[in-house]
Structures are given as C-alpha cells and as structure tokens.
C-alpha cells in the first residue's frame, strides 16, 4: 500500500498544479477581457501565449505545493530533507554537466532519424517570438527543471527512504518522470527516460537536489541552443 501511494504522490502533485494554474490562467484571461485590455483568447483557439501561460504557470505552483508538503513533514529541515544542499562532489556535477546535454542531443536525434522525422522538424522552434519566445526558454531552462526536480528527485526521494533502495528509487523516479511527458505520444517520454536516470544517479552521487536541477537546466539549455541554432537565418 505504501508503494503505491508513492507511486500516485507524483500524478496528484501534478494533477493538483494543473487544475489551480488552469483556474489562474482562466481567470486572468476572463478578468482581462472584462477590463477590455485584450481579446478572449483562452481555450482551444486560444493565442500562443495562453497556451504557454497555461504550461507555465503550474510549476510555481508545483513548487510550492511540494514545499508545503515537505515543510508539514519535516518542519525546519524540509530543505535538507528534500536534497537543497550544497553538492557533495562538485567534480562529479562537472563531469555530468560536460558530459550529458551532448549525449542528450545526440539520442534526441537519434530518435528523431529512427521515427523517420526530419531534423529541421525535430529541432523546430515554437512559433514564438519577443518576449514570449524569451518566456519559453524561461519555463524550459528554469521554471521546468526546478519544479520537476522537487517532485521526482525531491519529493520521491524523500519519501522513498526507508521504502525502496537507492537504485530502486533512481528507476522509478524516472519512469514517473518520463510518464509525465507522455502528452503527445510515446517519443518524449523516450527522449527524456534517460535524462531522468542520470538525473537520478547525479542527485545520488552529489547527495544534492541542486546537482540534479543544475544538470537538468543545462541538458534543457543545450536543447534550446541546437533549437536557436537550427533556426539562424
């Protein structure tokens, strides 16, 4: 029973995120729209950047959520509890960081050549621009890695201690990781499966949440670099 009520922990998180940051987004857009500052633009004919608004704004949420709950369980020491110290072994974290977000890029290809996609099409920017391509490259480099690594790699691993070993915890927190970015089919829960077992292994090794959100930031960050460089004039 306890495995699985961890197993559910992380879908309720996010369930919960979702539901509060849609009732946020849609009612920023109603009250808008009342004031006569901008047309309706939310729903499925909604504009580019209600449709960002809405991938965005529950990973605050998310965050807090989780802090909540942490600081409900372990008071004062909900930080150390879910992993925000400072990284046991810096030269590991360098290591990683240097290593993966090539390896990243390099297995995101090859998916994208085994599912007969293009890579212009694979490394295709969203249809943004101005501040809202900024605004994507934000929730992506920033607002995603922080709040998915409190969930899978903070919370999950707090909660699995005493409950399943350290190789047990990396796989499963991985597997919900990769699941959770199943909404357009099976080749991004795929692309990011390994992200999430590596990001596993740092948070291990490094005894630290941070190691895991720095390499997650910057496995994102190279994404977004071959994204931008694809889309050079």
Not at 75 to 80: D, N, P
Request: with cysteine; aromatic share 8%.
């Amino acid at each position: 029973m306890r495995l699985v009520v961890l197993v559910l922990r992380a879908p309720v998180f996010l369930v919960a995120a979702g539901l509060l940051g849609l009732a946020a987004v849609a009612g920023s857009e109603r009250l808008l729209v009342l004031l006569g500052l901008r047309p309706a633009a939310f729903g499925p004919g909604g504009s580019g950047p209600s449709a960002l608004a809405l991938a965005m704004v529950p990973l605050p949420i998310l965050v807090g959520l989780v802090a909540w709950r942490a600081r409900v369980r372990h008071g004062g020491g909900w930080a150390r509890a879910l992993g925000l110290v400072v990284p046991r072994s810096p030269g590991r974290l360098a290591l990683a960081l240097a290593l993966w977000p090539p390896l990243q890029i390099g297995w995101t290809a090859m998916l994208a050549a085994a599912s007969g996609v293009p890579l212009s099409r694979a490394w295709q920017l969203p249809p943004f621009a101005g501040a809202t391509l900024a605004a994507w490259i934000v929730w992506l480099v920033v607002l995603a890695p922080v709040a998915e690594e409190m969930l899978f790699r903070g919370d999950l691993f707090a909660r699995a201690r005493g409950l399943l070993g350290p190789a047990a915890t990396v796989v499963l927190a991985a597997g919900l990781f990769a699941l959770s970015h199943a909404e357009r089919g099976w080749a991004q829960p795929l692309s990011v499966l390994p992200l999430g077992l590596v990001l596993g292994a740092v948070r291990l090794w490094c005894a630290s949440l941070w190691a895991a959100i720095l390499l997650h930031a910057a496995s994102n960050g190279a994404v977004v670099a071959v994204m931008l460089w694809h889309a050079r004039p």
